[in-house]
């Protein structure tokens, strides 16, 4: 199996603020890496694919980067309907796999 | 729009099957772009995949739990269903199915989830 890491696996921040999550697979997976939000209570929602394509209907402020094992993952001004988790999950191969998440909130 | 739900008993016995049925409507299963998954995930934890089906019947398991998985599907009820054997306390989870895209070509994303379905082991 591919492992995925991510970090930090929290972070605290300020509405305004730029927000950067890092994720590293154990393997070289090209650029199948995609990225969800998962709200308390919720399931998962998809917002990049491919590692850096914006899900239609995703705010622009989210954004995505890298290929082979490292990629990031950006918010560029942090919102408060963003407090939420972030997993990145790979789909090189099956089976799939998902980071262990990084939770985000607001300072 | 396509919307998944899931459906079975929230509680289960320590060494019984887990039976839980994925509905979808808004869209064929039997469409032969789309993979029908399940992924759990317990209290306060991360993400685990469990399996996958295709339209054909098709199948790819977590090699984790392959050997207590089967995951079956009905598409003239456009449902899919998955089964877990043995279950103890550590099958404790929200249990979601998911729609995985790329089953033919493009990119292989969830992009469509059931809301989830809290499944306890207990006696």
């Known amino acids: 199996d591919i492992q995925m890491t991510q970090s930090p696996s929290s972070l605290s921040a300020s509405v305004g603020d730029r927000v950067t999550i890092t994720c590293q697979a154990s393997?070289?997976?090209?650029?199948?890496l995609n990225w969800y939000q998962q709200k308390p209570g919720k399931a998962p929602k998809l917002l990049i694919y491919?590692?850096?394509n914006l899900e239609t209907g995703v705010p622009s402020r989210f954004s995505g980067s890298g290929s082979g094992t490292d990629f990031t993952f950006t918010i560029s001004s942090l919102q408060p309907e963003d407090i939420a988790t972030y997993y990145c999950?790979?789909?090189?191969?099956?089976?799939?796999?998902f980071g262990p998440g990084t939770k985000v909130d607001i300072k | 729009q396509v919307q998944l739900q899931e459906s079975g008993p929230g509680l289960v016995k320590p060494s019984q099957t887990l039976s839980l049925t994925c509905t979808v409507s808004?869209?064929?299963?039997?469409?032969?772009?789309?993979?029908w998954s399940w992924i759990r995930q317990p209290a306060g934890k991360g993400l685990e995949y469990i399996g996958r089906?295709?339209?054909?019947?098709?199948?790819n398991y977590n090699p984790s739990l392959k050997s207590r998985i089967s995951i079956s599907i009905d598409t003239s009820k456009n449902q899919f269903s998955l089964k877990l054997s043995y279950v103890t306390a550590a099958d404790t989870a929200v249990y979601y199915c998911?729609?995985?895209?790329?089953?033919?070509?493009?990119?292989?994303?969830?992009?469509?989830w059931g809301q989830g379905t809290l499944v306890t082991v207990s006696s």
């Open positions: 393997q070289d997976i090209s650029n199948y």
């Open positions: 999950q790979q789909f090189d191969n099956v089976p799939r796999t």
């Open positions: 998911a729609r995985e895209t790329g089953a033919v070509a493009g990119t292989q994303s969830f992009d469509y």
């Open positions: 089906i295709y339209h054909s019947g098709s199948t």
């Open positions: 491919d590692a850096s």
């Open positions: 808004g869209g064929s299963i039997s469409s032969g772009s789309y993979y």
